[in-house]
Nanobody, 126 residues
């Protein structure tokens, strides 16, 4: 079993930055693709970004390209970051970190991620 926990959310103003942190623990020896998703009130959960187990490949949804960066810690591979710059009010949501059960998947399909954190709130005021 794999446990996922995210942190780093908060209340910021338009144009500010935040860095979210996600730590996967438990049976992580086999490697996992990791992803960030978000869910705004009244909307479905949507894909934000994902990273391969190696950290060499990443994938972003169009609305965050050039503003958000996903990365893995060089020494603690089970730790993944989401650096969010130039935040906008439309980025307001609960952000979830998730792990796929295999090291080969790091795409946008929610159903491919089996392990989820509890979420961290990000609120961007205008």
């Amino acid at each position: 079993q794999v446990q996922v926990a995210e942190s780093g959310g908060g209340l910021v103003q338009t144009g500010d930055s935040l860095k979210l942190v996600c730590v996967a623990s438990g049976r992580t020896d086999s490697g996992h693709g990791m992803g960030w998703f978000r869910q705004a009130p009244g909307q479905e959960r949507e894909f934000v970004a994902a990273i391969s187990w190696s950290g060499r490949s990443t994938h972003y949804t169009d609305s965050v390209k050039g503003r958000f960066t996903i990365s893995r810690d060089n020494f603690q591979r089970n730790t993944v970051y989401l650096q969010m710059n130039n935040l906008r009010p439309e980025d307001t949501a609960i952000y979830y970190c998730a792990a796929s059960p295999v090291d080969t998947y790091y795409g946008p399909a929610i159903k491919e991620y089996h392990y989820w954190g509890q979420g961290t709130q990000v609120t961007v005021s205008s």
